[in-house]
C-alpha cells in the first residue's frame, strides 16, 4: 500500500478532476474515473446509476469551485480505499454546512476508478 498521505493527494485530485474538470471538453475523464458499475446515493438517499450521475457531472458548472476539508482515507485492502471528507461550494452562504462525502476507490491496473459515492447533507446545508 502507498503512503497513506500521498495515496489521500492522490485520490483527492481525483475526486477534484471529477468536480472541476468540464466533461463536455473532457469526456475521456469519464471512463479514466468512473467505474463502469459506479453508483451513488445522493443526499436525500436517492441512488443513481453512472449513467444518472455522468449526466449530471456534464451539465454542472465546471467553474464552480469547491473546498474539501478534513480528507482522509481508509485502506479497505491493497487495491481499495474509502475517501471521507467534507464538502461545500465556495459560493454557498457561509451559514451552509455542505455535506460529508464517501466515496470508494478501486485501482485497476495503475488507476483508481471511483466505484460509489455518497453524499450526505449536514443539518442546515443546502442539497449539493
Do not use: C
Not at 485530485?13 to 471538453?25: F, G, I, P, T
Not at 459506479?38 to 449530471?56: A, K, L, Q, S
Amino acid at each position: 500500500m502507498e503512503n497513506n498521505s500521498a495515496l489521500a493527494e492522490q485520490i483527492q485530485h481525483l475526486e477534484l478532476k471529477l468536480l472541476q474538470a468540464d466533461l463536455n471538453a473532457h469526456p475521456e475523464y469519464i471512463d479514466e474515473l468512473l467505474a463502469e458499475n459506479f453508483e451513488e446515493i445522493d443526499n436525500h438517499g436517492h441512488i443513481h446509476t453512472r449513467y444518472n450521475v455522468v449526466d449530471w457531472l456534464k451539465n454542472k458548472d465546471p467553474n464552480m469551485p469547491w473546498v474539501f476539508e478534513s480528507f482522509r482515507v481508509k485502506a479497505l485492502s491493497d487495491d481499495v480505499v474509502l475517501a471521507i471528507y467534507s464538502l461545500q461550494k465556495t459560493r454557498q452562504s457561509i451559514n451552509s454546512a455542505g455535506s460529508i462525502r464517501t466515496s470508494i476507490w478501486h485501482r485497476q491496473g495503475k488507476h483508481w476508478k471511483m466505484v460509489f459515492h455518497q453524499a450526505t447533507k449536514l443539518a442546515g446545508a443546502s442539497a449539493s
